[in-house]
């Protein structure tokens, strides 16, 4: 039966980069949620000392709650290879600090849209550098996550593997059991694709599920378009929202997961309204998971 996990997008300003929440705050917030585990971002502020990572592992489990995924954001496809090999090295530390958390997986991504590079190009870019960490992956027991991605909170530009038409190939690429998916179904819309057919594409890779809801607070995806490159972060039109309340098919995509034996993490990312919305978040999904893993089966 999946096992659920709480990821703290409504903090992550605070956490990252204002620092007026700590971590160990967000620890004792999300006690209080009904999850089996909390997904760990790289970027807190606070992982900067490494005397720390064994700290708040101590801190998660001492509230009987794991951290079963590291969440970060290599960027694997630049032109240049020093640029390139500097990232392996970032993905490695990330690595590292999974391994240390008691985390088994962490997330790799394929890079930015940069304009100077083809499909092709960035595909291997990514696929060779993805690769390169794989042995350093199996010696921590760690398994790489790649996530069918939008774009991290501290890019300028989108993901370069946004589209199924190369995110699936990219994918396809990489044979290797320390290699699966994190699969989220809002991201598939802000690419203008179906979510649902990305995962009959590759649900057989799936090994971790991003829950998330999002919607556009004004305009069109076109209007999306235009201001998502070249700014740092997020477009201002784009949220996040309740689980349950916005585009996705969770009754599809819970079928398609259970037909292909999932029963990996799913991670809650919700919205920016605070820990009651993702309170009501947890409650969904835990009624999903019972409807679609029910025990006695």
């Known amino acids: ?36 585990g909390l997904e760990w971002y790289a970027g807190f502020l606070e992982m900067e000392d490494e005397s720390n990572w064994a700290r708040f592992r101590e801190e998660v489990e001492s509230t009987g709650r794991t951290i ?13 290879p020093s640029f390139r090999e500097k990232e392996i090295e970032k993905q490695k530390h990330w690595i590292t600090m999974a391994h240390r958390l008691g985390a088994s997986y962490c997330r790799t991504l394929s890079g930015q849209k940069r304009p100077e590079f083809s499909i092709e190009e960035g595909i291997q870019y990514a696929a060779d550098s993805i ?93 999306l378009r235009r201001e998502e490159t070249g700014a740092e972060g997020y477009a201002q039109r784009l949220r996040h929202g309740e689980i349950g309340q916005g585009l996705n098919d969770y009754d599809a995509i819970f079928t398609e997961l259970r037909r292909v034996g999932f029963d990996g993490w799913i991670s809650i990312e919700d919205g920016v309204d605070g820990i009651e919305q993702l309170r009501r978040s947890v409650t969904f999904l835990q009624n999903k998971i019972a409807q679609y893993w029910p025990q006695n089966s």
């Open 131 to 223: 690769r390169a960490c794989l042995p350093f992956a199996e010696e921590h027991g760690v398994t790489l996550i790649i996530e069918n991605h939008y774009k991290d909170d501290f890019w300028n530009y989108p993901e370069f593997a946004q589209e199924m038409d190369i995110f699936c190939p990219l994918v396809e690429a990489i044979d290797d059991p320390r290699f699966g998916v994190n699969y989220d179904p809002s991201n598939t819309y802000l690419a203008g694709e179906d979510p649902l057919e990305l995962l009959r594409r590759i649900s057989h890779r799936v090994v971790t599920m991003h829950a998330s809801d999002r919607y556009l607070a004004e305009g069109t995806l076109e209007d």
């Open 1 to 36: 039966m999946p096992q659920l996990a709480a990821f703290p997008k409504a903090y992550m300003q605070a956490l990252c980069k204002e620092g007026t929440l700590t971590v160990s705050e967000w620890i004792e917030l999300a006690s209080t949620l009904e999850v089996e």
């Open 68 to 80: 079963p995924m590291l969440c970060c954001s290599p960027d694997f496809t630049h032109p240049d």
